[in-house]
């Protein structure tokens, strides 16, 4: 038998709907709350902008413009050789903790497990609104946080955006939001080559 809902915040919310129709109606007043409400939706939309334009390549030049993504890619041209299964796997430092992350041009954004996150130290964004994301498996929700750095041989990149899920597994993905800062990127036969904007010194 289902649970039948709680009586009290049902007719609460009527009441408030009830009031807040009523309230329209009065000169003036009803004018001033519709103008409220638009701004809360304007202010909503900007929000879901602000928090969503740094996750998406196809969104990058409003983060630009706006100056809300802070990631600077640079370093050396980085040349990957392809993997027996035929994909591109680079050996990362995310925090200082060591990495292989799978390349995937078809990735909107860069995707690491939980795990990966726990041991780099990474904090979830504030993020009011939650990412619904759609892989081969399906619908998949995640968190947002960001990568302070990740350095990919002499190649840096700072202040990345990232998602973070138990759902992607042990798998760890860069993707377009980190390939598309980079000067440029190609595959000639079976390498993958990566050229950044400027030259970083290589850590040991």
Same mark, same amino acid.
């Given at each position: 038998?289902?649970?039948?809902?709680p009586l009290?915040?049902?007719?609460?919310?009527?009441?408030a709907?009830?009031?807040?129709?009523?309230?329209t109606?009065?000169?003036?007043?009803?004018?001033?709350? +519709?103008?409220?409400?638009?701004l809360?939706?304007?202010?909503?939309?900007?929000?879901?902008?602000?928090? !969503?334009?740094?996750?998406?390549?196809?969104?990058? #030049?409003?983060?630009?413009?706006?100056?809300?993504?802070?990631?600077?890619v640079?370093? @050396?041209?980085?040349?990957? +050789?392809?993997?027996?299964?035929?994909?591109?796997?680079?050996?990362? &430092?995310?925090?200082?903790?060591?990495?292989?992350?799978?390349?995937?041009?078809?990735?909107?954004?860069?995707?690491? #497990?939980?795990?990966?996150?726990?041991?780099?130290?990474?904090?979830?964004?504030?993020? =009011?609104?939650?990412?619904?994301?759609?892989?081969?498996?399906?619908?998949?929700?995640? @968190? &947002? #946080? &960001?990568?302070?750095?990740? !350095?990919?041989?002499?190649?840096?990149? !700072?202040?990345? @955006?990232?998602?973070?899920?138990?759902?992607?597994?042990?798998?760890?993905?860069?993707?377009?939001?980190?390939? #598309?800062?980079?000067?440029?990127? +190609?595959?000639?036969?079976?390498?993958?080559?990566?050229? =950044?904007?400027?030259?970083?010194?290589?850590?040991?």
């Amino acid at each position: 038998m289902p649970a039948s809902l709680p009586l009290v915040p049902i007719v609460v919310a009527a009441g408030a709907v009830l009031l807040l129709a009523l309230l329209t109606r009065v000169p003036f007043l009803g004018a001033a709350i +519709r103008v409220a409400i638009s701004l809360a939706l304007v202010a909503l939309v900007v929000l879901m902008v602000t928090e !969503r334009a740094p996750l998406s390549p196809f969104l990058g #030049s409003v983060a630009d413009t706006l100056h809300l993504d802070e990631q600077e890619v640079a370093g @050396k041209e980085v040349r990957i +050789r392809m993997a027996p299964n035929g994909h591109f796997f680079a050996t990362v &430092t995310m925090n200082g903790v060591r990495r292989r992350m799978l390349v995937d041009s078809g990735a909107t954004v860069t995707a690491i #497990s939980t795990e990966t996150a726990a041991e780099a130290g990474l904090k979830p964004d504030l993020d =009011p609104v939650p990412v619904v994301l759609q892989t081969a498996n399906g619908t998949v929700a995640a @968190k &947002t #946080s &960001t990568v302070p750095e990740l !350095r990919l041989g002499a190649i840096v990149a !700072r202040n990345l @955006k990232v998602v973070v899920s138990p759902a992607f597994g042990d798998m760890d993905v860069i993707g377009m939001n980190f390939l #598309s800062k980079l000067a440029s990127w +190609r595959v000639e036969g079976k390498t993958l080559i990566l050229v =950044p904007h400027h030259p970083q010194p290589v850590k040991a």
